[in-house]
């Protein structure tokens, strides 16, 4: 008798749910992994948080924030246990990797559907989420090196504020103007420019590389072409800044050189375009920022990075979590205003060339280099390839070894790493 | 039947049972066999694979891994000898010094002076840290153009010293932060072990006229000998390892000449995601470091009869 009641009321149960979910359409909801760990979080999760208010009872997306080197361990880890997320970020010289170890979704399907065009889209940013034919990413932005010019200390050296160095020459005679001992004490305590030992100069010498038409690898990635006048050039001219021109100190410590710009001691510095609100947010620090010199010989060109959505492949594939998902990324690109106002250009061109961001004065300066950002063709080992010309760059840098000798050990290990399985 | 068969089953894991002891262990078995002896055969079968982190699988490649690792075309040999060549440099500058310090401190710190408690906790403290904030503190110290050493040098005369971004100063800057880290630990070992010389040793060499240093070398150094291959042998397997101080302080920089073992592995492991060779560097490192301490103990080992 008890279980027959039991059983009755189990049914009446499973019938309500069946009921339940036939009326309406469930609410989705989208796991999303970022390594967006500085306040650059905060703006994501407020741009989450308005779309979720947009789409309430629709979808709802919960933004998972981690350091990137984890990030990037963790992916795996997810993919392989089958708790990968909906949607995440990457950083374009990663997505290769990951998509040849084929735990990334195939987009092209998905972005006809949603009339995603590329010509919306910077375009260096935008064909690089490609990789054998099949687009894999959609850019969020762009973070190229800028130029940051300390406009006080120009000033006081007799220069225009309002016009900074714009190619080698003037470069060089800035940046001699600027270099000065201000106590008397015989040493010199004002730099013109520091270019540190390490991190990121790899950005400055890769901006004049390709500003000399330079290319780093073969078109089958194979074999690297780095080592060429191209390059000797550029890791020369940087070697002379510091020993022949001396308008930059030797050991430059990593970040020394932008705790110096802050406390207003260096004239000149080369950064990304993230760490603007820094200075921004530094008291009494008058500064200009735009483009990086065009130091080369034959096009312009700067290095960038960029961040790009991917969507993870999932054990069992949800159509309808899958549109939410790119239904997200395109609206957070058509809101991504704020965005680049904390410090990155926003990849779509309507937010990029709108007023708002185009009329700010330190925006719309750095805006200007949108059109000649210069992407290498994504390849999975780029990151490992690209490692022995961080060496070599340190290298020559410090004096350890002559431009020559660096560059060509670097290329070395890079048609090691190349000719590898 | 059934009464005298569940009877015996029941002794067997009465107080008195040859099973009782056991189930004491199983906790500790579980977590034993699950986060140590499971890993390093699984560790060791991917080593002989070509493991896909993205799969999470591999076919069998026999001793390839090991065969990069001695094939000079390849970029593993390289980078490999090149980070343990890095790694033995720093236990032969850091281990002297971590343990010549730590005696000495424990020598100073076990006589009548006033105050030796509070100074052993000052020396002792740094060992609470994590390597993160240990790393932050001395890349301050240490800047080149700002930091407080070199302000110092510079009020002696001694200008503008590249301590993170030169050789030989990259090696001694992770030293020295490494022997401000860890050295209380061998410092309270080493205190120990003299408190438990027995007083009347010294009383009886005091009395046939031992000087201090006398005393030191024929009396406490002997002594502390069963001590001294306990910090000895630990000392350098946690030189052997290290990873925090190059990865936060110089980056393995300049130009990968602090790049240790440890962290190369790492990188080729979760920066390349191969498996594979990263589990031949680690196991070969290990029988490495296996060899070391053999010969270590065969040195050092003895026993001491007051």
Known sequence: MRSRLSLIIGLVL????????????????????????????????????????????????????????????????????????????????????????????????????????????????????????????????????????????????????????????????????????????????????????????????????????????????????????????????????????????????????????????????????????????????????????????????????????????????????TSAAVNFVKWIGDHSLEWGFGGQLPAKLSVLRGDEFGQDPYFGNIAKMETYIYFPPPFPKYGEAVGPIWDAINAAVLGASSPQDALARAADLSDKILAAK | MQGRSRRTFGQLFSEEGPIYPYLYLIPHGVFFFAFIVYPIFKGLYVSLTDWDMFTNSGTFAGLRNYKVLLDPSTVQYVYYWQALRNTLTFVLISVPVLIGVALGLAVLLTGKMPGRGVFRTVFFMPTALTVSVVAVIWRWLLNANHGYVNYLLSKLGVEGIAWLTSQPWAWASIAIATVWWTVGWNMILLINGINGIPEELYEASRIDGATSWQLFRYMTLPCLRPVMFYVGITTVIASFNLFGQPQLMTGGGPTRSTLPVMLHIYGEAWGNYRMGTATAMAYATALFMLVVTAIQARFMSGSIEY
């Open chain 1, 14 to 321: 499973v019938f309500v749910l069946l009921l339940s979910t036939a009326g309406y359409a469930a609410p989705v909801t989208l796991d999303y992994w970022t390594g967006f760990t500085g306040p650059d979080g905060a703006t994501m999760q407020k741009l989450v948080d308005q779309f979720n208010q947009e789409h309430e009872g629709k979808i709802t997306v919960n933004m998972s924030i981690m350091p990137w080197d984890s990030f990037y361990e963790k992916i795996v880890a997810a993919v392989i246990s089958g708790k990968a997320p909906d949607v995440a970020i990457m950083h374009l010289d990663r997505m290769a990797e990951f998509a040849s170890g084929g735990v990334l979704l195939p987009l092209d399907d998905l972005i006809g559907e949603l009339g995603l065009d590329g010509s919306d889209y910077i375009e260096a940013v935008w064909s690089c989420g490609v990789w054998q034919g099949k687009r894999y990413s959609i850019p969020l932005d762009a973070h190229p090196t800028v130029m940051y010019w300390n406009k006080t200390l120009f000033e006081e050296a007799g220069l225009d504020p309002e016009s900074p160095p714009t190619d080698r020459e003037s470069f060089l005679a800035i940046t001699k103007a600027l270099t000065k001992d201000t106590t008397g004490d015989g040493k010199i305590d004002q730099w013109g420019t520091m270019f540190s030992v390490g991190w990121p100069n790899f950005h400055y010498w890769y901006s004049l590389f390709y500003q000399n038409g330079g290319v780093l690898f073969d078109e089958t990635n194979t074999k690297s072409t780095y080592n060429s006048d191209a390059g000797l050039d550029a890791l020369q001219f940087f070697v002379d800044c510091i020993y022949e021109h001396k308008v930059s100190p030797q050991n430059v410590q990593v970040d020394s050189e932008h705790e110096a710009f802050k406390r207003g001691e260096l004239g000149i510095t080369f950064n990304g375009i993230w760490m603007l609100s820094d200075y921004r947010n530094q008291p009494n620090l008058e500064f200009g920022a735009g483009p990086v010199p065009q130091w080369g010989s034959e096009r312009q060109a700067v290095w960038a990075g960029s961040h790009q959505f991917v969507l993870p492949k999932q054990r069992s594939a949800d159509a309808a979590k």
